[in-house]
C-alpha cells in the first residue's frame, strides 16, 4: 500500500470514528428524559411566608436535576434551590396557598408536584411577662444612670435587678402586627434599630417628672456598635 493511499484509508476510518461518535452521544442524550416530579412536598408557614421542602425525584431521567422550582399560587412568588427547601417569602397573611415544585435537569423541567393548601399567619404576640429575663447587665444599668441623670431623676433603680430580652427582628423600627391568642391581630410599633445586635426592656423607679408625676417607667434600650442607648421610655410595657 503506497503511503498516500495509507493516509487516505486512516482520515476515512478518522472520519467514521467521529461520526459513529457523534451518533452515539447524540443518541445518548435523546435518550434523557426530564425528570419525575419532586416527592413529598411538605409546607410550614410563618409569618408572611412559607418554607418548602421535598424528597428528590425517584427519577432523574438520565441526567443530574440541577435546580428545583417552588411557586406558590395565587400571586406567582416563588424561590429555587439546588437542595430540597426553600422559602417563599412577600405572601400575605391569612390567603390559602397551594405550593408546586418542580425538579430541573439539562433535558427539561418535571411536572410539579403540589403541596396540600397552607396559611401564613402573623407570629404570635410576645407577652411582656412572659419574656426572657437575666440579671441587668452593667452597661445597661450605666446607661440608664447617664439618661435619668441627665433629666436630674436620679438615683435609679432596676425593678427586681432584672432586664427582658427581647428579639430585635420582632422590635426594629416602624410598625409591626401579631397574633392574638384568640386570633385577631394587634399592632404594635417597634424603636429598635435594625443594625442593633441585642435589645432589652427594664422597669426602672427613678424621682418623679416634674409635671406628670410618673416615677416608673418601662425603657427599651437597644446595643449597636456604638454601645447601649435608650430608644423608648413609656409608662408600661
Given at each position: 500500500m503506497s503511503t498516500s493511499t495509507w493516509r487516505r484509508s486512516a482520515v476515512v476510518t478518522l472520519a467514521i470514528v467521529i461520526i459513529a461518535l457523534i451518533v452515539v452521544g447524540v443518541a445518548t442524550r435523546s435518550a434523557h428524559t426530564a425528570p419525575s416530579a419532586p416527592q413529598s412536598v411538605r409546607v410550614v408557614a410563618g409569618d408572611a411566608l412559607v418554607t418548602v421542602s421535598w424528597s428528590a425525584p425517584a427519577k432523574d431521567g438520565g441526567s443530574a436535576v440541577t435546580h428545583y422550582h417552588a411557586s406558590a399560587s395565587p400571586g406567582g412568588k416563588w424561590c429555587s434551590a439546588s437542595t430540597t427547601s426553600c422559602t417563599i417569602t412577600g405572601l400575605t397573611n391569612g390567603t390559602d396557598y397551594v405550593i408546586k415544585v418542580t425538579a430541573i435537569n439539562t433535558v427539561g423541567t418535571s411536572v410539579a408536584a403540589t403541596s396540600s393548601p397552607v396559611t401564613p399567619r402573623y407570629a404570635a404576640c410576645a407577652s411582656f411577662f412572659n419574656l426572657p429575663t437575666r440579671a441587668v447587665s452593667a452597661d445597661v444599668l450605666a446607661t440608664l444612670t447617664a439618661y435619668y441623670g441627665a433629666k436630674h431623676l436620679g438615683p435609679i433603680s432596676v425593678v427586681g435587678n432584672r432586664e427582658k430580652i427581647l428579639a430585635v427582628s420582632s422590635q426594629t423600627i416602624g410598625v409591626h402586627h401579631?397574633?392574638?391568642?384568640?386570633?385577631?391581630?394587634?399592632?404594635?410599633?417597634?424603636?429598635?434599630?435594625?443594625?442593633?445586635?441585642?435589645?432589652?426592656?427594664?422597669?426602672?423607679?427613678?424621682?418623679?417628672?416634674?409635671?406628670?408625676?410618673?416615677?416608673i417607667s418601662f425603657v427599651v434600650l437597644a446595643q449597636t456598635a456604638a454601645g447601649w442607648k435608650v430608644v423608648n421610655e413609656g409608662t408600661g410595657p
Open positions: 401579631c397574633a392574638n391568642a384568640d386570633g385577631s391581630v394587634a399592632s404594635y410599633t417597634g424603636t429598635v434599630p435594625a443594625n442593633a445586635t441585642a435589645a432589652v426592656e427594664v422597669e426602672v423607679r427613678h424621682l418623679a417628672y416634674p409635671v406628670t408625676g410618673g416615677s
